[in-house]
C-alpha cells in the first residue's frame, strides 16, 4: 500500500509555533520533491513550500517566507513543515503531495500528483 499521512496540527494561538508531519509508507519519500500545499474553505489549494529530492533545496511561498520551514528525516520517512509566528490567513487543511514544482510566476505546485490525503487541520486563534 502506498500512503501519505499527515499529522501535527491543532489549534495554536496567532505568533505561536506547530510542527506538521508529511509520513510516507509504501515508499521512500526521499526520492521525490515534497510539497506542503494548503485549502481553506471556499478557496483553491495553495502551494505553502518545496523541498527537492537531490539537493534538498527549498522553496516557500511569499506568505510564509522567514516563518515556516519544511526539512526532511529520511530515517523516519518524514517531511516537515515547521511553522512559527502564525497568522489569522494561516489557517486551513495542510496537506502534503510527493512532487511539487515551480512555476515562472514562483507558485509552487504539485506537478503530477493526484493522491491527495485526509490533510491537517491547523486552526489559528487567541
Known amino acids: 500500500q502506498v500512503q501519505l499521512v499527515e499529522s501535527g496540527g491543532g489549534l495554536v494561538q496567532p505568533g505561536g509555533s506547530l510542527r506538521l508531519s508529511c509520513a510516507a509508507f509504501?515508499?521512500?519519500?526521499?526520492?521525490?520533491?515534497v510539497g506542503w500545499f494548503r485549502q481553506a474553505p471556499g478557496k483553491e489549494r495553495e502551494g505553502v513550500s518545496c523541498i527537492t529530492s537531490r539537493y534538498d533545496s527549498t522553496h516557500y511561498a511569499d506568505s510564509v517566507k522567514g516563518r515556516f520551514t519544511i526539512s526532511r528525516d529520511n530515517a523516519k520517512n518524514t517531511v516537515y513543515l515547521q511553522m512559527g509566528s502564525l497568522r489569522p490567513e494561516d489557517p486551513a487543511v495542510y496537506y502534503c503531495?510527493?512532487?511539487?514544482?515551480?512555476?515562472?510566476?514562483?507558485?509552487?505546485?504539485?506537478?503530477?500528483?493526484?493522491?491527495w490525503g485526509q490533510g491537517t487541520q491547523v486552526t489559528v486563534s487567541p
Open positions: 503531495a510527493a512532487d511539487c514544482v515551480v512555476n515562472s510566476d514562483y507558485d509552487i505546485m504539485p506537478g503530477g500528483f493526484d493522491s
Open positions: 509504501g515508499f521512500s519519500l526521499d526520492e521525490y520533491d
